[in-house]
């Protein structure tokens, strides 16, 4: 079972996601405000990070770059997950060092199956 942190600004977001992530057998922490995102990673230290983009007070581009960058942090993968589907955007999720873009909406069984791919791997 990996630990797996949701940081998205939106509730319904993340009860999504959350159980999705139950779905897979894993378990799901989460974060609904960005400016908290970064500690949480060090209090949780996760398996697997799904970050949303499109945030209030900081971006998930930004945040992204903030863990690649810290280097007891950096190993953790990061699924960038948002409605945004545009090549900037995926270029820019790239990077920012984020070792997966998932577009919203979210098919639960390939994502599930990305999920164990990446914390099995």
Request: aromatic content about 2%; glycine content about 4%.
């Amino acid at each position: 079972m990996a630990k797996i942190l949701i940081v998205d600004d939106d509730l319904e977001t993340i009860e999504l996601l959350s159980n999705i992530v139950k779905l897979g057998g894993h378990e799901p922490h989460s974060v609904n405000e960005s400016r908290h995102a970064l500690k949480a990673v060090e209090t949780v230290m996760p398996d697997l990070i799904l970050l949303d983009i499109m945030m209030a007070e900081i971006t998930g581009i930004a945040i992204c770059k903030l863990i690649k960058s810290d280097p007891n942090l950096s190993h953790i993968p990061v699924f960038m997950v948002s409605a945004l589907s545009d090549e900037g955007t995926k270029r820019d999720a790239a990077n920012a060092g984020a070792n997966k873009f998932i577009t919203k909406p979210i098919l639960p069984r390939d994502f599930i199956q990305q999920i164990n791919d990446t914390v099995n791997g």
